[in-house]
């Protein structure tokens, strides 16, 4: 269901001992004259720094956003101490999620903007998924492969790969998977971004793109014919590009996004660029979903040092993606 662009935003708790609520906080202090508006799925009794007013209904956070902070309050089992993780409270923390996906899944909410997670938690309790985007696949998806895609102003990357080890991750490399995301890719870039012919730079997975085979045959054997099937289709895709140069200021605007083929190829060079300003972004979900690009900051959790930079771009990008969304099904 296309969410209306009217509904406010979810934000999820994320790990109650890490940075999320006090990120909220300020997300909301900079964003309540202006807007989108949002509310938490948090415990109200946590939160701290600006005024908070409990709502019974995502329908409630319009009234109030510019005066307080509007949160659906949700009791935690334990009481938090900042930095201090502790397993009894990740089913609450997957239940916020569970709720913001059900929310904007019926409309109620104009999408889903994740706090971060601790994931080791999350594992000592059960949760089976390895991470907020393969489980957002599960609850909202649309029958194919979870696509994340990172942005920031200069720069916007997904990789093939996710969560998994470089080893199993380039085991699993097909010329098939590459075209797979690659279109996916591009069908999220026209309905998300409002691109109409996305430009996709596909990395190279050896030194210098594998020099013909001379520096390993991946790149010639997987990638170079995953590029030619995705340019037969129409998909403007161009490599394997040797990764050293793909991401220099000079390349960067010759290409809408970059596909890197595991994890750490497309993540290093968007949080060198931003890592107080990345947003991560799910495409092919059947509702809007954003997140900071970043984790849970247990270090500095409680000391005031926070910077709800990323999070603020996290929910003006989701209320944009909304707009496109909308717009595009008119």
């Given amino acids: 269901m296309t969410a209306d662009r009217r509904a406010p935003l979810a934000l999820t708790m994320g790990e109650p001992a890490g940075i999320g609520g006090e990120i909220a906080v300020g997300a909301w202090r900079a964003l309540r004259a202006s807007g989108p508006t949002f509310f938490l799925i948090d415990d109200a009794t946590r939160l701290s720094g600006a005024p908070i007013r409990r709502i019974a209904a995502p329908e409630e956070a319009a009234e109030v956003f510019a005066e307080a902070l509007p949160v659906l309050h949700r009791p935690l089992p334990r009481p938090v101490v900042p930095g201090r993780l502790d397993v009894a409270n990740a089913p609450a923390v997957i239940a916020a999620i569970d709720e913001a996906v059900a929310l904007a899944l019926a409309g109620r909410a104009g999408g889903v903007v994740t706090n971060p997670i601790q994931k080791s938690v999350l594992y000592a309790a059960g949760f089976a998924h390895p991470g907020h985007t393969e489980y957002l696949a599960e609850l909202a998806g649309m029958g194919t492969p979870p696509v994340m895609l990172l942005a920031c102003p200069e720069l916007r990357v997904v990789p093939v790969t996710i969560h998994e080890p470089l080893k199993q991750a380039i085991a699993r490399l097909t010329t098939g998977l590459i075209v797979e995301i690659a279109r996916l890719t591009a069908a999220g870039l026209r309905q998300d971004f409002g691109i109409a012919q996305p430009r996709l730079a596909i990395a190279g997975l050896n030194p210098h793109a594998g020099e013909d085979g001379t520096l ?12 030619a099937l995705l340019r037969a289709e129409g998909i403007d895709a161009r490599g394997p590009i040797p990764p050293d140069t793909l991401f220099t200021a ?42 900071p690009d970043h984790g849970t900051a247990l270090d500095i959790a409680g000391t005031g040092e926070a910077d709800p930079g990323s999070l603020i771009a996290a929910i003006r990008l989701a209320a944009t993606i909304a707009d496109h969304r909308r717009n595009a099904a008119r």
């Fill in 216 to 227: 390993g045959t991946e790149d010639r054997d997987i990638v170079a014919p995953a590029v």
């Fill in 250 to 291: 000079k390349a960067r605007p010759g290409y809408d996004v970059a596909l890197g083929l595991y994890h750490d190829q497309a993540l290093i060079p968007i949080k060198t660029l931003d890592v107080a300003g990345g947003v991560n972004v799910t495409l092919g979900l059947r509702i809007v979903r954003t997140s």
